[in-house]
T-cell receptor, first 113, second 116 residues
Framework: DAKTTQPTSMDCAEGRAANLPCNHSTISGNEYVYWYRQIHSQGPQYIIHGLKNNETNEMASLIITEDRKSSTLILPHATLRDTAVYYCIVRVLNTGTASKLTFGTGTRLQVML | DSGVTQTPKHLITATGQRVTLRCSPRSGDLSVYWYQQSLDQGLQFLIHYYNGEERAKGNILERFSAQQFPDLHSELNLSSLELGDSALYFC???????????????FGNGTRLTVT
């Protein structure tokens, strides 16, 4: 799976948009970008995933650059409950291969009053 | 609530002992994955089962084994426990097996294992 690079930590004011970047410059054509978060020691929570097009759901938006070498997760109105470690993961999907997720170290997002 | 159930939530045991962790996947999911998270290692993939068959192995020690039963629940068995096995153990499930299924993994809230 392609390696990802994320900032170690970020701060965001409550009510503002949180923009979390991820670099995946070695991504290949059959690799999806997934975002998860982990709040304290709870299980990782799925947020969103995409291949090439921008995606939006009730939790967040995912913006993938045209060359697919980087992406940004946007939490439109961050709250204190969004304080967590956010993981950007690229996952290869090929017939016959395992589809596990490989977690890196993620970005620790601190939402502040 | 992800729909993935793990029991027990906490487990304290002594070195040398054996424990079994249990996972019930979300309704309709056929794949089960096990992960270990210790303080210094992050989330490490251990093993993946699909519909009762082992599909992939990660950094799983020989002292550890897993299986997935016909009702699709899975058990992770840890034996000859050492202090270093203290960690959070997470189970995740997804719809498909491998390959082109891009459905996300959904994680349970884990079992915290403490080996004393």
């Amino acid at each position: 799976d392609a390696k990802t690079t994320q900032p170690t930590s970020m701060d965001c004011a409550e009510g503002r948009a949180a923009n979390l970047p991820c670099n995946h410059s070695t991504i290949s054509g059959n690799e999806y970008v997934y975002w998860y978060r982990q709040i304290h020691s709870q299980g990782p929570q799925y947020i969103i995933h995409g291949l090439k097009n921008n995606e939006t759901n009730e939790m967040a938006s995912l913006i993938i650059t045209e060359d697919r070498k980087s992406s940004t997760l946007i939490l439109p109105h961050a709250t204190l409950r969004d304080t967590a470690v956010y993981y950007c993961i690229v996952r290869v999907l090929n017939t016959g291969t395992a589809s596990k997720l490989t977690f890196g170290t993620g970005t620790r997002l601190q939402v502040m009053l | 609530d992800s729909g993935v159930t793990q029991t027990p939530k906490h487990l304290i045991t002594a070195t040398g002992q054996r424990v079994t962790l249990r996972c019930s996947p979300r309704s309709g999911d056929l794949s089960v994955y096990w992960y270990q998270q210790s303080l210094d290692q992050g989330l490490q993939f251990l093993i993946h089962y699909y519909n009762g068959e082992e599909r992939a192995k990660g950094n799983i020690l020989e002292r550890f084994s897993a299986q997935q039963f016909p009702d699709l629940h899975s058990e992770l068995n840890l034996s000859s426990l050492e202090l270093g096995d203290s960690a959070l153990y997470f189970c995740a499930s997804s719809v498909g097996p491998t390959g082109t299924d891009n459905s996300p993994l959904h994680f349970g809230n884990g079992t915290r294992l403490t080996v004393t």
